[in-house]
């Protein structure tokens, strides 16, 4: 595709179940992101991939978040357990960048995930 | 960790004005990156404007523009002849030149931008 892909869009999950969140990148880029974004609030970092190796994940909250880009390319950012503070719009970012270059990150829409 | 204020929470302008969106930061770094990002309603994030800190002069991208006082460590954006397209939460961020510190982008809260026709 054009452009960051996400999905769901839209997840609501009851306490205490695992959530999937996937991210489909621009075709290429180098560098992958996640942010975790609370109502009302700025992104907060969660990881950094560069293709595979995930080389920064010191935002990941509890150990309860894994993710993973095994390819270089999809990456899941899974959420065990989840309590009602991970309701958040979790975005993801990519660039052809090392590091995201100098601000050239391409975001996609977000997933937004509700757990009651 | 840099923190990044924006003491505005909502800003409104009418057409074809100009507004100006704050930000301060704090960091101890003498080099780094400052950017702002637009994230219309569907949310998918923009980069506006960037500035490295080494530069003085100030960025511009056309009816963009920054007004960098690095020893203030003040970021503010400017909106020239503003569009209704323009509506949308602004972000100012900061990013620290290399990878020892880290690859995060660090964001304020954002300021929410209203254009009246």
């Known amino acids: 595709g054009a452009g960051v892909s996400q999905s769901p869009r839209y997840k609501v999950a009851k306490r205490g179940q695992d959530v999937a969140l996937r991210c489909d990148p621009i075709?290429?880029?180098?560098?992958l992101f996640w942010y975790q974004q609370a109502l009302g609030q700025g992104p907060e970092f969660l990881t950094y991939?560069?293709?595979?190796?995930?080389?920064?994940k010191s935002g990941l909250p509890s150990d309860r978040f894994f993710a993973e880009r095994p390819e270089g390319s999809v990456s899941t950012l899974k959420i065990q357990r989840t309590q009602q503070e991970d309701s958040a719009v979790y975005l993801c970012?990519?660039?052809?960048?090392?590091?995201?270059?100098?601000?050239?990150?391409?975001f996609g829409e977000g997933s937004r995930l509700t757990v009651l | 960790a840099q923190t990044v204020t924006q003491s505005q929470p909502e800003m409104s302008v009418q057409e074809a004005e100009t507004v100006t969106l704050s930000c301060t930061y704090d960091t101890s770094e003498s080099d780094y990156y400052l950017f702002w990002y637009k994230q219309p309603p569907s949310r998918q994030m923009i980069l506006v404007i960037r500035?490295?800190?080494?530069?003085?002069q100030n960025a511009t991208e056309n009816r963009f523009s920054v007004n960098f006082q690095k020893a203030a460590k003040s970021f503010s954006l400017k909106i020239s002849d503003s569009q209704l397209g323009d509506a949308a939460m602004y972000f100012c961020a900061y990013r620290s030149p290399d990878s020892n510190s880290g690859y995060a982008l660090n964001f304020g809260k954002g300021t929410s931008l209203l254009v009246t026709p």
């Open positions: 991939f560069q293709n595979e190796a995930q080389l920064d």
């Open positions: 500035q490295e800190a080494y530069k003085q």
């Open positions: 970012a990519s660039s052809p960048r090392l590091a995201g270059g100098v601000g050239e990150l391409f």
């Open positions: 075709s290429g880029h180098v560098s």
